[in-house]
């Protein structure tokens, strides 16, 4: 059932992203390829489906334009994803099977990219559909969310800031949450506010988004180690060639010899596999138990996740929401 819904939820993005971006042959061409480029190279469209469904199950049936809502966070999204990858934050080359932005078009026009899809998505949510003060408050709690206190960039400040130190647990929830947890409770939360969800129902599902978020960053982050580039469509191993220590590492790091946190060290320093073998650290991880202890940690939140939303009246589309969580952390890309 809920495969049925990512799928039906995927194509009512992907057409409302189409509708509301300019045409590759708009002028000036550039920028309106390199948005397009990122924005359909494939995403899960995750953010969307969640903040469709979540008005869904607030109105009892889809409200009328909230794709147009789901498409906004995708584009919030989206820009966050072009900026990320970029070589001042986590150099990548690869995203959703395709060559990053910047590598296409160059950095310039893909820091322009991710902030003309920031822009068009705040245009796109001051048109929605909705009365008048529901519309005011889905554009502040978006913005808190992408913002700098407890939103993305917050998180992606103190990513940035923690590279090559090993976060402490509380730093690293701090990450997650703020970093990927706020814009996914932005998500739900403002799909809720869209259908006119009172109060309870909008932090009810804002608390379930925010637990799948900790979940989504902590499956993320097992996946960068343990997944391939293919099935994935980014690159493995990035954030440790990155100096980022994860959940996974930590374990390892407070469990193993001097001899083995060299090794660790020695990625960290050379930002490269070169004196050691990515084989190497996920043998680490795996010997200590610190891949399964991360996965375990992920299934937590989501179990925390579920339990936010069982106040809701039973549906078909609760039972769909209740399987997400469980979508997130077995998912494999
Ligand atoms: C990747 O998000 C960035 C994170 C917050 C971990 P997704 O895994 O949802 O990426 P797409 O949208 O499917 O490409
Ligand atoms: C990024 O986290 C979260 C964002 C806000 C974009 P990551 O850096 O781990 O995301 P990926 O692995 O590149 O998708
Ligand atoms: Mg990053
Ligand atoms: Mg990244
Ligand atoms: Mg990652």
Known sequence: MLSETLEQGRAAADAALDRLLPLETQDPVSIHKAMRHSVFAGGKRLRPVLCMEAGRMVAGSLPAGIDELGAAVELLHTYSLIHDDLPALDNDDLRRGRPTCHKVFGE?????????????AYEVLAKLKCPAEARVRIVAEIARGTGTVDGMIGGQVVDLEAERTAPNAVMLEYIHRSKTGALIAASLLSG?????????AVVH????????GLAFQIVDDVLDLTASEEVLGKPVASDLREGKVTMAVIHTLERCTPAERKLVEKVLEERAFIGVQHEQILELLTRYGSIQYAHDAAAQHAEIAR????????????SALLFVPEFVVERNS
Request: charged content about 25%; glycine content about 12%.
């Open 108 to 120: 310039a026009l893909a820091i322009l990219a991710g902030d003309a899809l920031q822009t068009r």
């Open 192 to 200: 809720g506010l869209y259908a006119g969800g009172k109060d309870d």
């Open 205 to 212: 599902l804002e608390t379930f988004g925010r637990s799948i």
């Open 307 to 318: 339990r936010a939303i069982c106040t809701f009246p039973d549906s078909e589309i609760k």
